[in-house]
Every structure is written in structure tokens, then in C-alpha cells.
């Protein structure tokens, strides 16, 4: 009973630790209002034509925004990039407060819609995902 009982719970703890998302972030385009970082998990992927990559984004001071109580110190962002196109879509974001609680989470559900929906935001020369983008290309060399 103990040993069905053992596997039991470590069946359980697996299944609760292997859900959660590991992330290795690589800072990238900081200044004094704000602290970005990616996942550098992307530049693991092959060659493909759509990559997905969450962004971190310290707010200094943090952020007002009129639907949340708390302020937004904390904002993690999951884009989609079209790399023939350069375009991108957001999938995700989660908002966190200073003690990095959760405030806010949406999920877009864009990922079955036509690309021209899906990727309707042009990636300007010099932003940070221009710049994400130029470290997957290069990875890719």
C-alpha cells in the first residue's frame, strides 16, 4: 500500500512540475523605463517559417492600466513571428505586480485565424523583436 501510495505521488509531482515553462532569457534593447528580455529557447528551433518567443519586459516605474487594480511591474508577452513576411501577432500576455503575482492573464486564440489576421503587426528595423529575429538568423548560420 505504501509503494502504490509513493508512486502515486510522485505520479502527481511529475505531472505538476512538468508543466511548468522554463524559460532562459537573454537581455535585450534595455534603457532606463524599460528591461527586456527573451527566451532564448527560439533560437533552438529549425528552420522554420513561424517562430514563437515570450518577452519579458520590466516597467520602471511600473504601469497604470485602467482594467488592473495593481500596478503592472512585471509584463510577459508571447509573440508570433512570420519570418517571411515580418510580421508579428501576440498569442499570450501575463501581467505580474512587484512581488511577481500574477494580476492578468489573456490568451489572444489567434493561432487558427488566416495569417493575415494572425500576423498583422509589421516588425519595425531596430525594435526588439528585429533584433530577436537578427540573433535567430544568425544562430541559424
Given at each position: 500500500?505504501?509503494?502504490?501510495?509513493?508512486?502515486?505521488?510522485?505520479?502527481?509531482?511529475?505531472?505538476?512540475?512538468?508543466?511548468?515553462?522554463?524559460?532562459?532569457?537573454?537581455?535585450?534593447?534595455?534603457?532606463?523605463?524599460?528591461?527586456?528580455?527573451?527566451?532564448?529557447?527560439?533560437?533552438?528551433?529549425?528552420?522554420?517559417?513561424?517562430?514563437?518567443?515570450?518577452?519579458m519586459q520590466m516597467n520602471i516605474p511600473?504601469?497604470?492600466?485602467?482594467?488592473?487594480?495593481?500596478?503592472?511591474?512585471?509584463?510577459?508577452?508571447?509573440?508570433?513571428?512570420?519570418?517571411?513576411?515580418?510580421?508579428?501577432?501576440?498569442?499570450?500576455?501575463?501581467?505580474?505586480?512587484?512581488?511577481?503575482?500574477?494580476?492578468?492573464?489573456?490568451?489572444?486564440?489567434?493561432e487558427n485565424l488566416k495569417d493575415e489576421?494572425?500576423?498583422?503587426?509589421?516588425?519595425?528595423?531596430?525594435?526588439?523583436?528585429?533584433?530577436?529575429?537578427?540573433?535567430?538568423?544568425?544562430?541559424?548560420?
Amino acid at each position: 500500500m505504501k509503494l502504490l501510495f509513493s508512486i502515486l505521488m510522485l505520479l502527481f509531482y511529475m505531472n505538476i512540475y512538468g508543466q511548468q515553462i522554463e524559460h532562459r532569457w537573454k537581455s535585450i534593447d534595455n534603457n532606463e523605463k524599460q528591461k527586456n528580455w527573451y527566451d532564448i529557447g527560439v533560437l533552438d528551433s529549425g528552420y522554420v517559417d513561424v517562430i514563437n518567443v515570450w518577452v519579458m519586459q520590466m516597467n520602471i516605474p511600473p504601469l497604470v492600466v485602467d482594467y488592473i487594480e495593481t500596478p503592472v511591474a512585471k509584463t510577459k508577452t508571447l509573440y508570433t513571428i512570420n519570418l517571411k513576411t515580418a510580421k508579428y501577432g501576440i498569442l499570450k500576455a501575463e501581467y505580474y505586480d512587484a512581488s511577481n503575482k500574477n494580476l492578468q492573464s489573456f490568451d489572444y486564440k489567434i493561432e487558427n485565424l488566416k495569417d493575415e489576421l494572425k500576423f498583422n503587426y509589421p516588425i519595425m528595423e531596430n525594435s526588439f523583436l528585429f533584433k530577436i529575429i537578427k540573433d535567430f538568423i544568425e544562430k541559424k548560420k
